[in-house]
């Protein structure tokens, strides 16, 4: 017996040693990665947070904010119930739950892996402040010495204030006082029992357990902390059961109704881009931005609204990816982007489809060629091209053979009336004349710099470019050649209000204003009788300019348009470049599915707004031509349109060719009687 | 024998409660954790500022280094702008990468203090009349894009009040080319025999026609407000960038210091004036100025 009980009390003994002599390497190895603790842990929320203000003053959105409050402005409901669910002897040990840990360790080794923490707050308070998330022994080593030290160095309520201010909450919420906003409204110093116990249920699983993403679990989760709340003596049953009857009072999200998400994105990358990300997310700054809250608001429900009424009248399909959208509206002006929606909902999707350059504007690419046509080769819109079957020569490759939208010809028509109607084979011929390289030279020089590729088919928009390149070149027409870089930010100031940042307006005069006003106005009848007529019947009575754009099979859908002030371009398809087909079959065109955003829109924007005429330049005179010899209408013009030509350019009729006898022998009528006119 | 065994089991019995006592420590007083706590806290200067907080922190340094260089850079672009001298500056100094911001008091201080009419020639004092009645001009903006200078009059909020734009060739008209150098007229490389007494030659220009007076000479105004005391005016022997022209230097006295104002005169009037100057005196100055370098090795 005797050798018995002294061979236990040598291996308790010997157990006794080892784990003092372990206990003290395990301290010497880590002791060199053990992090200092600050001398003050109310010190450790106080970075500046960055804010972001809209042009007409909202602030919409803080970065890095921390809110961090007093215990004593803290409602005990949430005190108590968190303590009761994640740490009840909270206030009796001194950094270790013994109880806890040996049972988290015999959990653990039963699963041969970490699966239960068994941490106590301030082991949980140690691990936010100083370590990775990472789950593995060493670092819980680590966690725990550090949590002995933060026992040893501040008190409790220290501690727990501390812990309720860093611990996040789920929906961008850190700290108490932020989610208590962000889910209730109100102060952390008014949260009810129910409110309580669910906001302590969230620190453990904040997305599982998110009472906007799953409120059943939510409650769930609060009624096992209500539970445990009795338990510890906190509450009564009848607290419990009157707590579990009240009213929970949840707002609706606020990042899912936050319609600034894309802008605001864009805006934090470029400025960690260009600046570093410590600058904007601990610089304390204030930025300026150049959104307009109204206009924001108003292409969102735009966007969304028509993309509703049209995802009902489409046809079935495999895939579940919804249709998205893209809209970015630029003040002509100064190149402020005043609205941008990257897509249908930033919640499900942060990709921002108003700058990737991935879709091909189609026919909206057009003014560009025809503007180059009339700058190199001296075109009008009054010159008559013919629209006729053709087949283009493609060095190296397959001869090419444009067709129109309806597969018809219109033979001769002007340069106007073949805008109006977006005729493709007249488009090519232009690019066949001019040469891909100078409308490549055209396009840079709207401030189009995707790659575009050099080949005749550009003609037709098969280069992808962005919304908000498209709104930036389109607002260089508006403004009559004049390009104002589109820009985001308008300044940046540091906490104490120092200016850091400052925009410049730097217009730059590209096109000669009588080059460009022609073009300008061959768009204003795309929109008041061609291919995007549907506006003015949608009850748009402003002066606009515009071309639709729809690429094959249906697979992109733009309208890009300018009023005197704002240019908007609106592009919609799916993700995945599937066709838009209807339930009947029909294709959705760029008049059709983009235009009424970019009508519904720019009404609510200009609404109680006069009608404001885009000026018309000096040297400009408007002539009605006939739309198939491009010559002043007369008596025997069948259909006529009214131009914009430069003041010099002669549009005389054609002389009434007198009947002459049939020439005879070699002699022929006279070549200049059937020349095309000077202007042509 | 006995005894001996009694002893070892004492011994045992007593290394038990020595055990037993140590658990009831460690479980109802936490003599470990406070220890070891104690310990750390006694040992936390020693060991190094890491974890997330520290980086936090560390980040948010390096934001407000950032936020200060940003700071340091705009005032010191602020400064240079203000410390400007001549109206001339403001377009030497323009690069395309660094657009220049003025304050509409330090452009209208230069644009009236440049000694000729080349500021006029910019833009005109009546166009700045204009700009100005809306009482919202605060700043003006320039910037060069390719062969073009940009000036904008900017309100409180950056937005132009007007733009001009100018050719860069605007900047190489000889008018532009006044300047003051600290010195005298020798230092100048002005020779003896071509400078001339103050009452020599302001008496030959108050007989010109009022084009070729601002040509030649600027308002006497602009020296009579500096304290400008004006002793003698040399001739250099040397052409300007313009072969047309030469060199008129005017000495001036302050309170501190002798400067001379550098302009650049078409050669037909210099030598005009010097033809007269020749006559009142009987100097030898008939031969013509042979071509030229500019004094101090610049070139205008």
Redesign the interface.
């Known amino acids: 017996m005797?050798p018995l009980?002294?061979k236990f009390?040598f291996v308790?003994?010997g157990l006794?040693l080892f784990s003092a002599i372990a206990g003290f390497g395990v301290?010497l190895t880590l002791?060199k990665?053990?992090?200092?603790?600050?001398e003050n842990l109310a010190a450790?929320n106080l970075?500046?947070p960055t804010e972001i203000y809209s042009s007409d003053g909202d602030r919409i959105m803080i970065l890095g904010e921390r809110r961090p409050i007093a215990i004593e402005d803290i409602s005990p409901n949430f005190l108590n119930a968190i303590i009761s669910v994640e740490d009840s002897n909270f206030y009796d040990?001194?950094?270790?739950d013994?109880i806890g840990l040996a049972r988290a360790f015999y959990m653990n080794f039963r699963a041969k892996r970490v699966v239960q923490g068994g941490s106590t707050i301030t082991q949980q308070l140690s691990k936010?402040?100083?370590?990775?998330f990472e789950r593995n022994f060493v670092r819980k080593i680590k966690e725990l010495?550090?949590a002995?030290?933060?026992?040893?160095?501040f008190t409790k309520e220290q501690i727990l204030e501390a812990y309720s201010n860093q611990i996040y909450f789920g929906s961008g919420a850190y700290g108490v006082e932020e989610a208590a906003d962000i889910y209730f409204g109100k102060r952390a110093q008014d949260l009810t029992l129910l409110q309580g116990a669910l906001l302590a249920g969230l620190p453990n699983s904040p997305n599982s357990a998110n009472p906007f993403y799953n409120l059943d679990r939510a409650l769930g989760r609060a009624g096992f902390i209500l539970k445990r709340m009795v338990q510890e003596g906190y509450i009564t049953e009848d607290q419990k059961e009157e707590a579990r009857l009240s009213s929970l009072e949840l707002l609706t999200p606020k990042q899912s109704s936050n319609p600034n998400l894309y802008f605001v994105d864009y805006i934090i990358r470029k400025l960690e881009k260009d600046?570093?990300?410590?600058?904007?997310?601990?610089?304390?700054?204030k930025i300026y931005t150049t959104l307009d809250s109204r206009q924001q608001s108003l292409a969102k429900k735009a966007a969304i609204s028509h993309l509703e009424a049209l995802e009902a009248e489409m046809s079935e399909r495999e895939s579940k990816e919804p249709l998205q959208v893209a809209l970015v509206s630029v003040e002509n002006k100064?190149g402020a982007v005043r609205a941008m929606v990257g897509g249908k909902n930033y919640s499900h999707s942060q990709f921002n489809r108003a700058l990737s350059n991935n879709r091909l504007p189609g026919s909206s690419f057009k003014p560009f060629v025809y503007l180059t046509a009339m700058s190199e080769l001296g075109y009008s819109p009054a010159t008559v091209v013919r629209d006729e079957p053709v087949v283009i020569d493609i060095p190296g490759a397959e001869p090419w053979e444009p067709k129109n939208f309806g597969e018809e010809f219109a033979g001769d028509v002007i340069l106007k009336k073949a805008l109006m109607k977006s005729l493709n084979v007249v488009s090519a011929k232009l690019m066949q004349l001019v040469g891909p390289k100078k409308v490549i030279e055209t396009a840079r020089r709207f401030g189009i710099q995707s790659p575009l590729g050099e080949n005749y088919s550009l003609a037709l928009g098969t280069s992808g470019v962005s919304p908000l390149e498209m709104a930036a070149a389109y607002s260089v027409i508006a403004n009559l050649g004049i390009y104002n870089e589109p820009y985001f930010i308008?300044?940046i100031e540091?906490f104490h209000g120092?200016?850091?940042?400052?925009?410049?307006?730097?217009?730059?005069?590209r096109f000669p204003q009588k080059l460009i006003y022609p073009l300008l106005d061959m768009m204003k009848g795309v929109v008041d009788a061609g291919t995007a007529r549907g506006i003015r019947r949608m009850g748009f009575h402003h002066p606009a300019a515009g071309k639709t754009g729809t690429t094959n099979d249906f697979k992109d859908a733009w309208f890009n348009g300018t009023t005197k002030d704002n240019a908007v371009s609106v592009w919609v398809g799916y993700d995945n470049n599937e066709s838009m087909m209807d339930k009947r079959g029909r294709g959705l065109t760029g008049g059709r599915a983009a235009a009424p955003i970019w009508v519904f829109f720019l009404q609510k924007v200009l609404e109680g707004k006069n009608k404001v005429k885009f000026p018309v330049p000096a040297g400009i005179k408007f002539e009605t031509v006939d739309v198939t010899t491009g010559r002043l209408a007369d008596e025997r013009s069948l259909e006529t349109l009214r131009v914009a030509v430069k003041e010099e350019l002669d549009l005389s009729p054609l002389p009434v060719i007198p009947e002459v006898p049939e020439p005879e022998g070699e002699f022929s009528a006279s070549p200049d009687l059937f020349s095309i006119p000077e202007n042509q | 024998m006995k005894s001996a065994g009694v002893f070892r089991q004492w011994q045992g019995v007593v290394l038990l409660c020595l055990l037993i006592g140590v658990g009831a420590l460690e479980f109802y007083g936490k003599f470990f954790e406070r220890g070891v706590g104690h310990y750390l806290k006694w040992q936390n200067h020693k060991r190094p500022q890491l974890g997330r907080i520290w980086e936090r922190d560390r980040e948010a340094l390096v934001a407000q280094a950032k936020v200060k260089s940003l700071r340091t850079g705009l005032d010191l672009q602020h400064n240079s702008a203000e410390s400007l001298q001549n109206f001339n500056e403001l377009f030497e100094q323009l690069e395309p990468a660094f657009p220049l911001l003025v304050s509409r008091k330090k452009f209208l201080e230069l644009y009236f203090d440049f000694p000729g009419p080349w500021s006029e020639r910019i833009v005109s004092s009546y166009e700045l009349l204009q700009i100005d009645s809306e009482k919202n001009w605060e700043r003006v903006f320039l910037k060069r894009f390719g062969p073009w200078i940009t000036i904008g009059f900017l309100d409180l909020q950056g937005i132009p009040i007007r733009e001009i734009f100018l050719s860069v060739d605007t900047l190489f008209e000889v008018q532009s080319t006044r300047t003051i150098k600290r010195g005298r007229l020798e230092e100048m490389g002005f020779q003896k025999e071509r400078i001339f007494s103050r009452d020599q030659v302001v008496s030959i220009v108050e007989t010109l026609d009022p084009i070729t007076q601002k040509a030649v000479f600027p308002e006497p105004r602009w020296f009579l407000e500096k304290d400008y005391h004006v002793t003698r005016i040399g001739v250099s022997d040397q052409t300007s960038r313009s072969q047309n022209h030469v060199v008129f230097g005017i000495e001036y006295n302050t309170d501190y210091y002798t400067g001379v104002l550098l302009i650049s005169v078409p050669q037909e009037v210099a030598y005009n004036m010097l033809s007269q100057i020749e006559r009142t005196d009987g100097d030898d100055l008939t031969g013509e100025p042979d071509a030229l370098t500019l004094p101090s090795g610049e070139t205008f």
């Open positions: 005797r009980i002294e009390y308790l003994f006794f301290y002791s990665d053990l992090p200092q603790l600050p450790i970075s500046l040990h001194h950094g270790l013994h936010n402040l100083f370590f990775s010495l550090i002995l030290q933060l026992e040893a160095t600046y570093g990300k410590e600058f904007v997310h601990f610089g304390g700054l100064s308008e300044k540091d120092n200016q850091l940042y400052e925009h410049y307006y730097q217009g730059i005069q």
